[in-house]
């Protein structure tokens, strides 16, 4: 089986900053593609931002500039630095993984069990 498991959420002011970071663990051959996402009150699960294997990146237009999303090959691990942070980024953020558990098995995508952010003063 593969885990995703989440940690760093909390409360912050705005302008502050938050570091989010989610490790796979389990039987695992290659994490392809990782992302984060995000689900506000009364709103759908968005994209926040993805990042491949190779390290390219791409990031929700809401984010641009101040979010950053980086990721530890060796330890199945992406990050979410997330600064200048605002209340409309207030949402639960969940992480995503695309994971080979074999070389031969194809891929399937794992989620965390999500982490709540909420920025307020």
């Known amino acids: 089986q593969v885990q995703l498991v989440e940690s760093g959420g909390g409360l912050v002011q705005p302008g502050g900053s938050l570091r989010l970071s989610c490790a796979a663990s389990?039987?695992?051959?290659?994490?392809?593609?990782m992302g984060w996402y995000r689900q506000g009150p009364g709103k759908l699960r968005e994209l926040v931002a993805t990042?491949?294997?190779?390290?390219?990146?791409t990031y929700a237009d809401s984010v641009k500039g101040r979010f950053t999303i980086s990721r530890s090959n060796a330890e199945n691990t992406v990050y979410l630095q997330m600064n200048s942070l605002r209340p409309e980024d207030t949402a639960v953020y969940y992480c995503?993984?695309?994971?080979?558990?074999?070389?031969?098995?194809?891929?399937?995508?794992?989620w965390g069990q999500g982490s709540q952010v909420t920025v307020s003063s």
């Open positions: 995503n993984a695309r994971i080979w558990r074999t070389s031969n098995s194809g891929y399937n995508d794992y």
């Open positions: 389990g039987t695992i051959f290659r994490a392809e593609a």
């Open positions: 990042i491949t294997r190779g390290g390219s990146t």
